[in-house]
């Protein structure tokens, strides 16, 4: 049995083949975040090279005004359900066209204030997932639009990175989701290794090359290198 197994073995490795790519180094996530709405820069909590949760408050536009029609939209709701529930207890005894006025004022209230918190709630801009801050582009007091995306910080992953392989695109039909891919990071001379997870559909008109993804750790975004992949 260990003699079969030691001939499959080499049978496999006889069929495998190793495929030439080279790589970029990019972050798994990133993003560009930008206000919904437009206003004035208020407050900036984070800058370049902060290191952020996922919900962290980053930024806040100027909204002392929508935060007094929120109070002012909850009194409002206070004293509408007060009314509507005073003349639930007599419903029976008052007309109906009179009872659905309080109750159209108590939803009208409800859907007033959820609107006016909708509002404050884009005054703040939030992490969307835990990474780093790797640029500011707006200061305290600088105007942004919602309509012309005033772009104010840029975000990624902290440490999940991905490689971005490139090679011939006559292995197109070799290359499988799955395959080990064996590689050096230019300046290093350890070699990793990692897994092909995606392929990409389509074939760069210009290079020729297809693409596929592996994911790594730890690297800085921008670095490069070059490896084997290792056909099953």
Known sequence: MKKIVFLLCIVLQLNAEEIYATFDIEAQKSASLAFSTSGIIGKMNVDIGSTVKKEELLAELLNDDIKAIVEVSKVALKYAKSDYERQKKVQQHINESLFDSYAYKYDNAKVQLKYQETLLDKTYLRAPFDGIITAKRVEIGDVVSGQMITEVFDIQSLNTRKLILKFDQKYHQKVKVGDTFKYKVDGDDITYSGIIYKIYPTIESKSRKML?????????????????????
């Open 212 to 232: 596929a993804e592996v994911k790594a750790q730890s690297f800085p975004v921008g670095l490069f290198g070059d490896g084997y992949i290792t056909t099953k």
